[in-house]
C-alpha cells in the first residue's frame, strides 16, 4: 500500500507531457490529424498508436470539444514513459475524407496502419518499440492492422471477439440502419467481419485487458479472441480489471495498475 500511494506521488510530481499536433499521409489522398503525446524528456521514447472505437468521437475520445477518455489514457501512459499517437478518424474531426467514410472498418486498418508508419518516423520516438493499442472496435483494427505495419506489441482494450454486429446492444433496427446508410458492402465489412482470424495471425506479443463492468462488449469476448490465439499456437496476456467500464474505468478513471500494466507491455 506504501509503495502504491509513493508511487502515485512521485507520478503527480513528474513533469507534464508535451503535446503537438501531427499529420498522419493515409491511403486516399487523405491526411488524418493526430496529436502526439511525448513524455518529458529527449527519448527516444517506447510509443503507441492509439486506435479509437466505433463511432463519430474525435481523437480524444468525446464527440466534440477537447478531453476525454483517450486524451487522459494517452496523458497517464506518457507520465510513465510512453509516447502517444491519437488521431481522428477519416471524415471526423479535422481529418480529411468523406463524411461517413469513418463507418467503413477496412479503411481504418488502412489508417492505423499509416499511423503506426508515422510514429515509427517521428523523432524521439525508439522505432524498436511501437506499439497498437486499441480501443472496443479498435482493438479488432490493431489486430487486422498490426502484420503489415511494424507494430512490435499490439494492446486490445475492451476488444469484441465477435462481428460487431452480434454484439448484445447492436439490434436489427442498427444493422438495417446502416444498410440503408452506407450500403451493403460496407455494412457487411464493417458489422460481418469476424475478429478472430485476425487475432490469430498476430506473430508480435499481445495483451488483452477487459473490465468486469463492460455493458458494451463482455468479458467473455476478450477470451474468444485470446482462445483464437492459442488455437493457432500463439500465446496471449490477459489482464481483467475489476468493475471497470467499458471504457475501462472504475470512479471515472482507469486504475494506475491497468496503466502501468500497459505501460510496462509497450515498454
Known sequence: MLAAVLGSVLLAAAPAPVEQPVAIPATGGVTLAGTLTLPAGAGPHPAAVLVSGFGPARRDGAFEGTGG????????????????????????????????????????????????????????????????????????????????????RVVTLSAPGRPLGELPRVTGTARRFLDRLVGPDVARATLRTDPRPAAARVRVPV?????????????????????????????????????????????????????????????
Open 207 to 267: 495483451l488483452m485487458v477487459h473490465g468486469t463492468r463492460d455493458r458494451t462488449v463482455p468479458t467473455a469476448d476478450m477470451g474468444a479472441l485470446a482462445a483464437a490465439r492459442a488455437a493457432a499456437g500463439r500465446t496471449t496476456r490477459t489482464l481483467t480489471v475489476p468493475g471497470a467500464n467499458h471504457f475501462l474505468e472504475v470512479d471515472g478513471r482507469v486504475p494506475p495498475t491497468a496503466v502501468r500494466a500497459v505501460a510496462g507491455f509497450v515498454s
Open 69 to 152: 477518455p483517450y486524451a487522459d489514457l494517452a496523458r497517464q501512459l506518457a507520465r510513465r514513459g510512453v509516447a502517444v499517437l491519437r488521431y481522428d478518424k477519416r471524415g471526423l474531426g479535422e481529418s480529411g475524407g468523406p463524411a461517413l467514410s469513418w463507418l467503413d472498418a477496412r479503411p481504418l486498418v488502412r489508417d492505423a496502419v499509416a499511423a503506426v508508419r508515422t510514429l515509427i518516423g517521428t523523432p524521439g520516438v525508439d522505432r524498436s518499440r511501437v506499439a497498437l493499442i486499441g480501443h472496443s472496435q479498435g482493438g479488432d483494427l490493431a489486430l487486422a492492422a498490426a502484420p503489415a505495419s511494424g507494430a512490435t
